[in-house]
């Protein structure tokens, strides 16, 4: 993947309760993957929220597969 999501998705602790969001954005993490488990195109939720990008959601998605990688790690120790 070229998009680094280190780079990308924060976490601040007094913002949205510390939950991972998108460059300090109050925009989680959690909330890009719901829209796009909805349904929604890349391309509806720029529109829906113009301070986004591609490489913003490409890094949500980024995020959400090392974490399920790093979990299935641990399952097998």
């Known amino acids: 993947m ?15 309760g510390g939950k991972p969001c998108i460059r300090g954005l109050r925009i989680t993490v959690y909330d890009v993957l719901s829209w796009l488990a909805e349904g929604m195109t890349q391309d509806e939720i720029i529109e829906d929220f113009p301070e986004l990008n591609t490489s913003d959601i490409n890094a949500c998605l980024g995020f959400a597969a090392d974490r399920e990688h790093n979990l299935s790690s641990l399952k097998t120790l």
């Open 2 to 16: 070229s998009t680094h999501y280190q780079e990308i998705i924060t976490i601040e602790p007094g913002k949205r």
